[in-house]
């Protein structure tokens, strides 16, 4: 009891600190002094009817709401003498691999810079910057000024899916002989994962006796039976503007008129003009330099978005946010509690020394092949530059860099690996050794489509409602259990085929698929 | 990859006649129809796919005469709120005999662009947009003594209309929409509205600095092919299922019903200002690729209509499209003689009018909050057609059984 009340005490004191260094904390204080001209403001009870004020005026919800998000965000309440690498990452040989994986990545990226010549950053001639800025909005259309064959993505999925393929936990002798205990899959390390009757139990939402979008909206249906009242609740909802009951709300599904807003509300998203004015800044940023990794945006945009039947028509917003997400510095914050670390360059020169290394990119992050498509689904939502700027960040810092970072996290993409073998082992035992037979190892098929959160394989409604969930439940163990009950399904087909490639052909077309039904078949209708 | 072909050759019990034999089914061009339309004798069973004066609803010029008589009489008739539903329109002249009148409005409206298009090409040929008149000086009437002209070329007759400067833009891009109805007769008017359809993006953003670039305006695909900036990889098209949900989680789910229910209205009223005048020869029915702009009001306006829309694929999703709408054509023609006659869908064809409007079988209320008629029309919505063929002939079958 004391530990619990000292963890609840340590944790309230880290959000305070936190809350106070950020905007609303000045907002609030603002509000107090000025509330203080109010009739009702009574100097005998001066703290209680300020808090009364705060109450009415709603401010006590959007202080409620930004508490609510830190939580969501927040790593789980460790020790409080515990290194700052434990909250990055508790388990030492996860963090040695990241971190090796880091230095593999900035490899390549530094000796593609050396043979290209080209530097990681310049200041834009004064000609150059007044002509991006005329095109600011139309950067599609332009060929880009270096040649855009001379680029390789610095890494694709597969080499990540290799490196984890090899993660061994050194304390941990599995020994050699096989028993029905044995893994069958590529993931050989020994993570806790859930399994089917822990998954209805988290995913209980998502059970058969609840209504869902995605499945109890079908044109058979009529709507009275639940789309109706399921609306009414969302927007009863969005007039409250709580983030809480927004989450819990969202696990059903959104409403398509509401999602843009019911997002936004979830992930405590307010376009303040200082956000604005933050997104102008960075915007300012693009035009006065220019980086190594702006080609490599180019690049993944031409070969990925551009090519998508659907997204090619947001490829213009797709540089406008990456170009700026890749400058801007606050990404930096959420390395405190991902084993990633920021990769670090040095001024020309000063090799070596601290004073002159700088984060490269600014915000730290790589992008790989493929990333353009985590923010095109979200182009769909949100046409205001500066708003879908901030939702793929704040999207970005909750959940993708889950994806392509190695971390023990059970919504890291260790834990997906491992959780979609496990299920595909345990519940299709016979499909998982086929496959395996014929050298059509599961994973390798499924595992793109996690590392993207399925964007660009499903029909872009079916993906909004995939991510519906990942925001309600606030995890990706979703992605998963998916890519498991798509197996599932394709289970007849698969079990003939007698290669990899005719396995992927099976699996190459997802467009079609409804994923609400095919989870709850998954989870809940099948005997297990 | 030609769908229609296609879809002939694989419909069980049809087969494709050579050279001069007898035919019970023409899936024609105008040409021949023009050429030997009058002297072909057809058994009542025959069929044809084009009426015999469809100009009169796809030649720009006829078809902006006809509408303008329509209105009139309208507003005589019904009043001027009824006849305002024909503003779907822009404003348009006939070129050159209407140029006096086209310079008046012209005048009216200072520093506004307008668009000369060819009254019978098609795919964006020969079009142009202009804000001078002097740009326009070819289609001047009555400026050239009668000496000159003994000597000059005819002038290609062109209609000059109002260009739309505030298009609905999506990733900064202009678009129209393809919309497919399928007429069975005009007296009474049978008309089917297909639930699939495509929005045809240009392929660069859209501005009104550059009215000389065609590759902005210009949104059909013909064009955007020659476009240095067309990837065929692209397609540049979204089929409607897709744009009406983007609009309905950008503006919401009764915003885009009044849209559709306003493009009902101009599909509608369309056929209706053509109705008397068409020859509604009993062989004829003629499927039209309806080409719509909505504007950022969300206005829908009519570009034009065509008798012969493309059905040549440009992309696997679209040869799917194309070959269901053709399938499904031919189910409403019904060759065959399965139908009843009383349906009101057909795989991915809902029965739009006939002889008067059609309703909804569930009585939906009505969302559009104008009063009007709900009207059984799915454009953009689910199309789960081979269901629905299957439960249709299988009952089909199962009344033919019950003998009655």
New interface residues.
């Given amino acids: 009891m004391l530990q619990e009340e000292s963890d609840l005490a340590l944790i309230i004191a880290q959000i305070v600190q936190k809350l106070k260094g950020s905007n609303l904390y000045t907002q609030l204080e603002r509000q107090a002094w000025a509330s203080l001209q109010r009739p009702e403001i009574k100097l005998e009870s001066l703290k209680e009817d300020i808090k009364e004020f705060f109450k009415i005026s709603g401010w006590e919800k959007k202080l409620q709401n930004a508490v609510y998000s830190e939580l969501s965000v927040f790593p789980l309440p460790s020790h409080p003498a515990a290194p700052p690498e434990h909250l990055k990452e508790p388990l030492v040989y996860m963090r040695k691999a990241q971190g090796s994986w880091e230095r593999r990545i900035l490899k390549s990226l530094n000796s593609m810079c050396t043979e290209l010549s080209i530097p990681l950053a310049r200041k834009r001639p004064v000609g150059e910057q007044k002509e991006l800025l005329n095109k600011w909005n139309e950067m599609g259309t332009d060929e880009p000024v270096l040649d855009l064959s001379l680029f390789r993505p610095v890494y694709a999925p597969k080499d990540f899916l290799e490196v984890l393929i090899n993660l061994r936990n050194p304390n941990y002798e599995n020994g050699d002989s096989h028993s029905f205990r044995t893994h069958l899959g590529l993931i050989q390390v020994p993570l806790k994962v859930k399994d089917i009757p822990e998954l209805k139990e988290f995913f209980v939402e998502l059970g058969l006796t609840a209504g869902q979008l995605g499945v109890d909206d079908s044109t058979q249906v009529p709507p009275e039976l639940f789309e109706n009242e399921h609306v009414r609740i969302g927007q009863k909802v969005l007039s409250e503007q709580d983030s809480a009951a927004a989450q819990q709300y969202i696990r059903q599904g959104s409403p398509t008129a509401l999602r843009a807003e019911l997002w936004a509300l979830i992930l405590n998203i307010s376009s303040q003009p200082e956000d604005i004015l933050y997104y102008e800044q960075l915007k300012t940023n693009v035009i006065q330099h220019d980086l190594l990794v702006d080609s490599l945006i180019y690049k993944d945009v031409k070969l990925t978005a551009s090519n998508d039947d659907y997204y090619f028509v947001f490829e213009d917003y797709l540089y406008q946010v990456l170009l700026c997400f890749s400058r801007d510095t606050s990404v930096l914050g959420h390395f405190a509690y991902s084993s990633a670390s920021p990769p670090k360059s040095y001024i020309r020169g000063k090799l070596g020394l601290e004073e002159y290394a700088v984060f490269y990119p600014p915000n730290g992050v790589i992008p790989f092949h493929g990333f353009s498509m985590y923010v095109a689904p979200l182009c769909f939502l949100y046409h205001e530059p500066s708003k879908l700027y901030q939702i793929f960040r704040e999207m970005y810092v909750r959940f993708f860099f889950r994806l392509h970072s190695i971390s023990s996290h059970p919504s890291g993409i260790v834990s997906l690996c491992l959780l979609f073998e496990t299920l595909l082992q345990t519940y299709l035992p016979q499909l998982f050794y086929h496959l395996r037979e014929i050298g059509a190892q599961p994973l390798r098929i499924s595992f793109k489509w996690m590392v993207r959160a399925f964007s660009g394989y499903l029909a872009t409604d079916q993906l909004l409602l995939l991510w519906d969930r990942i925001l309600g439940y606030n995890s990706l163990e979703i992605l998963a259990v998916l890519a498991a009950a798509v197996f599932a399904f394709r289970a007849v087909n698969l079990m003939e085929v007698t290669s990899l490639a005719a396995a992927e052909a099976v699996l190459a077309d997802l467009s079609t698929l409804k994923v609400m039904p095919l989870l709850q078949i998954f989870l809940f209708a099948t005997v297990t | 990859m030609n769908t229609l072909m296609d879809v002939l050759h694989h419909r069980p019990g049809w087969v494709e006649v050579k050279d001069e034999g007898e035919w019970d089914f023409y899936w024609c061009d105008v040409s021949w129809l023009r050429e030997n339309f009058d002297h072909t004798y057809m058994d009542e069973h025959v069929r044809i796919s084009h009426f015999r004066n469809h100009y009169e609803l796809t030649r720009k010029n006829y078809m902006v005469k006809n509408l303008k008589r329509f209105r009139k009489q309208l507003e005589r008739e019904a009043g001027k709120l009824e006849a305002a539903k024909c503003d779907f329109f822009p404003k348009t002249f006939e070129m050159p005999c209407e140029y006096h009148l086209f310079v008046e409005e012209f005048r009216k409206n200072p520093g506004i662009t307008w668009i000369m298009k060819p009254v019978a090409r098609s795919q964006g040929k020969g079009i142009f947009l202009f804000r001078r008149l002097k740009d326009i000086m070819d289609w001047k009437k009555d400026t050239r003594s009668s000496d000159d002209q003994k000597d000059d070329i005819p002038v290609e007759s062109y209609v000059a209309q109002r260009y739309i400067e505030n298009p609905y833009l999506?990733?900064?891009?202009k678009f129209d929409l393809r919309v497919y109805v399928l007429v069975m007769s005009y007296m009474p008017l049978r008309a089917w509205l297909y639930r699939d359809g495509f929005a045809r993006?240009s392929n660069?953003?859209f501005t009104l600095n550059s009215i000389d670039d065609q590759y902005v305006h210009l949104t059909n695909v013909a064009v955007q092919k020659t476009s240095p900036?067309y990837?065929p990889?692209?397609?540049?098209k979204?089929m409607l299922q897709?744009f009406r949900?983007?609009l309905?989680?950008?503006?919401?789910?009764e915003a885009v019903e009044t849209l559709f229910s306003d493009m009902d209205n101009i599909f509608i009223r369309s056929l209706q200002s053509v109705q008397k005048v068409i020859i509604s020869d009993k062989h004829c029915f003629e499927l039209y690729g309806y080409d719509i702009l909505i504007d950022q009001d969300l206005k829908p306006w009519l570009l034009e209509v065509n008798a012969s829309p493309s059905l040549t694929a440009s992309?696997q999703?679209d040869y799917e499209l194309k070959t269901s709408l053709l399938e499904d054509t031919l189910h409403v023609v019904d060759m065959e003689a399965r139908l009843t006659g009383r349906e009101k869908r057909v795989g991915g064809f809902d029965l739009m009018w006939n002889d008067g409007p059609v309703s909804r079988e569930d009585g939906a209320h009505d969302l559009s909050g104008m009063g009007n008629f709900v009207t059984n029309t799915h454009l953009g919505?689910?199309n789960?057609r081979k269901k629905q063929l299957r439960q249709l002939f299988r009952s089909l079958q199962g009344q033919k059984k019950t003998p009655n």
């Avoid at chain 2, 990889?233 to 540049?236: A, E, I, R, S, Y």
């Fill in positions: 999506i990733g900064g891009r993006f660069t953003r900036d990837h990889k692209k397609g540049c979204w897709r949900q983007y309905a989680s950008k503006h919401g789910p992309s999703e919505c689910v789960d």
